[in-house]
Structure formats: structure tokens, C-alpha cells
């Protein structure tokens, strides 16, 4: 059972992104009918937002697409900056929801934020309690690491609303400023149902890899 467990989470990850690659193909191939770049579309939508003091810069890699708010920048990878795809107006757009989601002071944001040292620091203690309760045969200890590890999966699900909303965000400001007709909308659409999908496999497979760990130790009492 825990390793049907194992293989369904690696399956879920790599299923995840197969699919997610596979939709930024397909799509920065697709131009949009107003050939507007990655680079024009984020900041057409700071503009409009008036958002100021936000730097959109090139960077490397692919799908490296982020948001930082410690540097007040969004970085987009060089094909969605200088493309002119459906891709590439979604992800860019996508991550200048997050910029708007920051100057909204949202909840969930503040409280990720505040989760990161906690998580960070939880998780590593918690393997480390995972190993006591293991050779010690402590069944309590195992528990408690295995809460531990269990606040990354609680960080996980904070994210997919953030990251669903900031797509939200994204399909309503193309919609509403005419940068996408019907059909590119829906093409928009699945770029980013594509994208978010690797959250709701990364929660899985976390949630999964819990359960095995807990059916492996509670097998072992």
C-alpha cells in the first residue's frame, strides 16, 4: 500500500508537469490576434491597476515566470517578455495579478508570508522527529514529526487560492480591455487551468506522502 502510495504521488508530479509543459507548446505557438508581448501586457495592466515602482524584467529559464515582492519586480522569462503568444500574455498577466493581490493587502497572501519561516523550519525538524520516534519505536514522536511535516501541506493549500485567483484576475482584465476575443480566451484559460494544475498535484502528492508515511510507521507499532 505505501508504495502504490509513493507511485501515485511521483505519477501525480510528473503527470503535472508533462501537462503544464505541454499546454506552454501548444500556446506559445498560437499568436494573439493583437501581437501584443508579454512585456506590453504586464504593463499595460500595472497601468490600469496604477501600480507604480513595479520593474518587469527578462529572466532565465523556462516557465520561470515569478513575482517578487521583496524586490518589487515581475520577472518573465525571455519568450514570455518578448513573445507575442497566448501564452504569453497569460502567464505574464497572471503574475501581475499576484502584484495586484499584494497591493490589495490580501489575507491569504499575508498569511503565507507569515507561514514561510514556520514552515521552513517545522519541516526540517519534523524528519528529524520522524527518526527519533522511528528508532526509538515511539509511535507519539513519529506522530508529532509527521504534524510537522504536515504544515507544508497546510502552505500548499493556502497557495492554490492565491495562485487560482491571480489567474482570475488575469482572465478578467484581458477580457475587459479586448486583448483576447472568444476564442483566445478560452485558450487563456486552459494555459493557466493547465498551471494551477500543478498545485493541485503538488497538494496531492504531499497529502499522499503523509498517509504513507503514517500507514508505514502505524504498520510498524
Do not use: W
Request: glycine share 4%.
Amino acid at each position: 500500500m505505501e508504495y502504490l502510495l509513493y507511485i501515485l504521488a511521483f505519477i501525480l508530479i510528473i503527470g503535472s508537469q508533462i501537462f503544464v509543459k505541454a499546454s506552454y507548446q501548444k500556446y506559445k505557438k498560437i499568436t494573439n490576434y493583437k501581437k501584443t508581448t508579454g512585456l506590453e501586457i504586464a504593463t499595460k495592466f500595472l497601468e490600469v491597476n496604477n501600480i507604480k515602482n513595479i520593474k518587469i524584467l527578462p529572466t532565465n529559464g523556462t516557465l520561470s515566470d515569478h513575482y517578487d515582492p521583496t524586490n518589487q519586480t515581475v520577472n518573465l522569462s525571455k519568450e514570455i517578455y518578448e513573445g507575442t503568444s497566448i501564452a504569453s500574455i497569460a502567464v505574464a498577466t497572471h503574475e501581475c495579478g499576484h502584484v495586484l493581490q499584494h497591493t490589495q493587502n490580501q489575507f491569504l497572501l499575508k498569511l503565507r508570508s507569515l507561514l514561510v519561516p514556520i514552515v521552513n523550519f517545522s519541516t526540517k525538524i519534523g524528519y528529524i522527529v520522524l527518526l527519533i520516534g522511528l528508532f526509538a519505536s515511539i509511535f507519539n514522536v513519529l506522530i508529532i514529526g509527521l504534524i510537522l511535516i504536515g504544515t507544508s501541506l497546510l502552505f500548499q493549500l493556502i497557495t492554490l487560492p492565491i495562485e487560482f485567483d491571480a489567474s482570475k484576475k488575469a482572465i478578467k482584465f484581458l477580457e475587459e480591455y479586448y486583448f483576447v476575443d472568444t476564442a483566445e480566451k478560452k485558450q487563456t484559460k486552459k494555459m493557466l487551468f493547465a498551471a494551477g494544475m500543478t498545485y493541485v498535484a503538488s497538494v496531492a502528492a504531499s497529502a499522499l506522502e503523509i498517509l504513507r508515511l503514517f500507514l508505514m510507521f502505524n504498520r510498524r507499532r
